[in-house]
């Protein structure tokens, strides 16, 4: 422990952990309201609390909880909590609004912010957010709309800060005093041609520590890059994680500028995007959330069972026809449990990391070959320890050489195997275009536990009888 981590000490370290997280005993004081119908001292609990932790407070409680707590507090929803919610949810709460603070809220919003909360709300509720829209947002709004789902266009704000590119800091600084409506937050004022192309940025930080008579193209920044209206946001994300940046201008194909999207809008791409890799390779859908239903969350999860039921099923036929096999030799039946969980278990690491690597581009073409190899040696150095543990415990526990030797050279083919199925499979789908994610546990193991069960009694079969 550090002499910083020791000064803190454990009740510090509880503290700042507590800080980051929504109270029990406040969650447990706003239900007691609820249930009391205590309007006042509703407002005085979630007045303190910020919007995602509002946000996580409707996504903890039930579907009756929520409704009685709106019924009681829906004038203390604002553009924020919404844009905080969680998908599962959204269309709820925002069914149960008065149209006055629904009109307000949607009001508070950036245009990707109010595009973002309605693409996947049913067309009678989008309708009634548009409605509440004025016209110039409402067309800007339907046109973003109009981009194909997952593109920088549904991700892009249509709020910009621009300048002349032939302005001074003194130019842009009396603009931004000037102007009555600027965003709440940015980065950087773009500078446009007279075609409205992009030519590159500039720095709030750059502009005010400059002198007046600087001309704004002498300070612009060296990480500037437009992205296509039409680019998919894993893209733009992985964009601003690799080349750390900021914010980035939106152009058409004309290469017009139509928009901007910002750093955190891109890190919540990327967010959604790990979640995803993990939820599809847990098998349980890309879109499973806490605050899911019964009935929602059965429909996520049955598919993936019945697959991993008909997976299961072949590696159950594999050992069908070694049935004289194990009732020759019991020891067996008590063994293949071991190389088969050890072979999915190779496969899920070496799966998991290349999934990741994957989807941050670490994983291409140029270095596949190279990766693959190096899981091989791996694959090969990893079964021919166990096969020397497996071995001994062959031995010692059921006093035959010849049967740690069987499961020893089991455990080598199949630790390569599922090494290699690991990385090969996710690789196969990216070639595909398929989500290399699928490539869940699901199909990997099944993989290793067909090899597993073939290899090993295969093996018995031809030196133990």
């Known amino acids: 422990m550090s002499l910083d981590e020791h000064q803190k000490g454990p009740a510090v370290e509880d503290r700042e952990e507590e800080d980051y997280a929504l109270d029990p005993e406040t ?20 007045e303190p609390l910020h919007a995602a932790d509002i946000a996580d407070l409707f996504e903890q409680i039930g579907s009756g909880e929520r409704a009685q707590l709106l019924s009681l507090w829906s004038r203390g929803i604002d553009g924020e909590i ?3 919610l969680d998908e599962a949810i959204r269309e709820e709460v925002i069914a149960a609004l008065p149209h006055e603070v629904l009109t307000e809220a949607v009001r508070e919003l950036d245009s990707d912010d109010v595009v973002d909360l309605i693409e996947d709300l049913e067309e009678p509720q989008q309708e009634r957010i548009l409605e509440a829209l004025e016209d110039s947002d409402r067309a800007a709004v339907e046109q973003s709309l109009t981009y194909p789902e997952y593109s920088a266009g549904r991700l892009m704000q249509r709020e910009v800060v621009t ?14 005093r000037g102007e009555a409506e600027l965003p709440d937050q940015f980065y950087h004022v773009i500078l446009v041609d007279p075609r ?16 007046r008579a600087t001309p704004m193209k002498e300070i612009v920044e060296d990480s500037f890059r437009t992205i296509s209206v039409m680019e998919d946001e894993g893209d733009v994300a992985y964009a601003f994680n690799q080349y750390h940046l900021i914010s980035a201008p939106v152009v058409d194909e004309h290469e017009r500028l139509v928009g901007v999207i910002t ?18 390779l847990a098998g349980v859908g890309e879109e499973s959330s806490i605050s899911d239903g019964v009935v929602e969350t059965l429909r996520q999860r049955v598919p993936w069972l019945l697959i991993n039921l008909l997976t299961a099923n072949i590696a159950a036929l594999v050992i069908a026809q070694f049935s004289g096999t194990i009732e020759a030799l019991v020891a067996l039946a008590a063994l293949m449990p071991v190389v088969a969980s050890m072979g999915g278990t190779a496969a899920t690491q070496s799966l998991t990391v290349a999934v990741r690597a994957l989807a941050t581009k670490d994983l291409t073409g140029a270095n596949a070959a190279r990766v693959v190899r190096r899981e091989a040696v791996v694959g090969m150095l990893n079964g021919l320890i166990f096969a ?15 049967l740690g030797g069987v499961v020893g050279a089991a455990m080598i083919i199949n630790q390569l195997v599922a090494a290699l ?3 090969l499979v996710p690789l196969t789908l990216e070639k595909f275009d398929f989500d290399p994610a699928l490539a869940s546990g699901t199909f990997v193991t099944t993989t290793t536990d067909v090899v597993g069960f073939f290899t090993f009694l295969g093996l018995a079969s031809l030196i133990l009888l």
């Open 163 to 176: 300048a002349p590119e032939d302005w001074t800091v003194g130019q842009a600084i009396d603009f931004l």
């Open 421 to 423: 199925a690991g990385v």
């Open 82 to 84: 919404l844009s905080e």
């Open 388 to 402: 020397g543990v497996m071995g001994v415990v062959g031995y010692a526990i059921y006093g035959s050489w010849m």
């Open 196 to 211: 409205w192309h992009p030519t590159g940025y500039v720095t709030l930080g750059k502009i005010l520590s400059s002198k």
């Open 263 to 280: 750093i955190d809008d891109a890190m919540a791409v990327l967010d959604e995007e790990h979640e995803e890799d993990v939820l599809l």
């Open 27 to 46: 969650v447990e004081a706003i239900l007691d309201a609820v249930e009391a119908g205590d309007a006042a001292a509703i407002e005085g609990l979630m």
